[in-house]
């Protein structure tokens, strides 16, 4: 995995557990890689990935069933996708309305290029 | 045992090579469960403190201990649970496989199987005379002896050096995986690239003694690794990047932010007294 230079280690693997969860590829209920297994896997210390499982575990992603390990919670998708959104509308948003101010492009004009990019069926 | 007492315990010790002073005070404590990296300039004492810890060097005054008995005792009841990599080894003219035999006699824990598959790993055959090995190839193997003995303490000096690139990454993932809760790793390094994401808590020495000894988060908390357009005034170390300046600066806002050993590292020579008080 490729990190990024500046968000802390355990929040770029949190988010890329949250990813795999909104993807499918692991699907609520089921049971994912163990701490010292992603540890592994990432070349990263345990106890970083213990604290990206704690904070999935506070905000009911993930629950730890005792002794079998980590599974993705009931409705762990819905909690990602309103959690997403909000920093997605902090966040990338912002940014984009900042590049749109200083490069001069309008709301009417995203509008025309997101109903192309429905439209082609792209999502 | 209490897994949360420190398993290694130094206390006010001094140490020197005749004249010349090496640790005038130093005290530290390493507690299970962590990887911790040893950084430092040359000639800190890096290596006097890990061959200190296994009783492989007596200090002037002060106390080091290892899960209660002094490392100066070289009790046979600490050695058995303690293991020491150097950064140069002489290998003897014997098989690895003989080696490893009858060096794993001493250590109650030693798991020969798990030896075999971390030389799978590192794609080292033990069946080889381990004086006839590459450099790198004779570092794996004795890593993979150390990691299989299980000691509650591994002290290793510069595992990375001498390694090709994918060993490196072979050597971050075993030991992420042989990092147990009951286990103490020390790992000092002046290539903190090789070891980054791995090493936490992090101690800095310098000539005086410690400077630091704080885990990722605590120095996350503490400090703030950022970029942006101008110069901090109050910045602990800045650098120009890029698209500004990449600086190290007082976190007074709980920003989260990406501890890289580099600029900690930097930021920590420029700042001894005030980071001494910081990580207190």
């Not at chain 2, 009841?77 to 060096?103: G, T």
């Not at chain 2, 690794?225 to 901090?232: A, E, H, K, M």
Request: proline content about 5%; aromatic content about 8%; charged content about 25%.
């Amino acid at each position: 995995m490729e990190f990024d230079q500046h968000k802390p280690i355990y929040l770029q693997i949190a988010d890329a557990i949250c990813e795999r969860i909104l993807t499918g590829t692991w699907p609520e209920g089921e049971r994912i890689p163990s701490v010292r297994e992603c540890g592994v896997s990432l070349e990263v210390n345990p106890n970083t990935v213990a604290r990206s499982y704690d904070e999935l575990s506070s905000e009911g992603i993930i629950h730890n069933k005792r002794g079998i390990g980590y599974f993705v919670s009931p409705g762990a998708k819905t909690v990602i996708r309103d959690k997403q959104r909000g920093s997605f509308i902090s966040g990338d948003l912002k940014e984009m309305f900042r590049k749109m101010e200083i490069l001069g492009i309008s709301i009417e004009d995203i509008t025309t290029l997101y109903k192309q990019y429905i439209s082609k069926g792209n999502n | 045992m209490d897994t949360n007492n420190p398993v290694v315990k130094i206390d006010h010790l001094k140490f020197n090579y005749k004249k010349h002073i090496v640790f005038e005070d130093l005290s530290l404590e390493m507690e299970p469960g962590r990887i911790y990296g040893l950084l430092g300039e040359n000639g800190v004492g890096k290596t006097t403190l890990l061959r200190t810890i296994c009783g492989l060097l007596r200090a002037e005054s002060g106390e080091c201990t290892v899960m209660g008995m002094r490392s100066a005792s070289r009790n046979p009841e600490m050695l058995k649970d303690i293991y020491f990599v150097p950064e140069l080894f002489v290998a003897p003219p014997i098989s690895v496989k003989r080696f490893i035999q009858s060096n794993s006699l001493l250590y109650p824990r030693w798991d020969a199987a798990q030896f075999y598959k971390l030389c799978l790993t590192f794609d080292v055959d033990p069946s080889y005379r381990f004086d006839k090995l590459s450099h790198g190839q004779q570092k794996k193997a004795l890593i993979a002896f150390a990691l299989a003995l299980n000691t509650r303490v591994l002290l290793m000096d510069e595992p990375s050096n001498g390694l090709d690139i994918p060993s490196k990454t072979t050597l971050r993932r075993v030991i992420s995986e042989c990092a147990t809760e009951d286990r103490v790793i020390a790992i000092s390094t002046h290539q903190v690239r090789d070891l980054e994401n791995l090493i936490d808590p992090i101690i800095i020495l310098d000539r005086s003694g410690m400077i630091l000894n704080a885990n990722i988060e605590q120095i996350s908390e503490r400090l703030l690794f950022t970029v942006s357009p101008t110069p901090d005034p109050g910045a602990y170390w800045s650098e120009t990047s890029l698209n500004g300046y990449y600086q190290v600066v007082p976190n007074h806002d709980g920003l989260p932010s990406r501890v890289n050993l580099e600029a900690l590292f930097n930021a920590t020579l420029r700042n001894k007294e005030t980071f001494k008080k910081l990580f207190k």
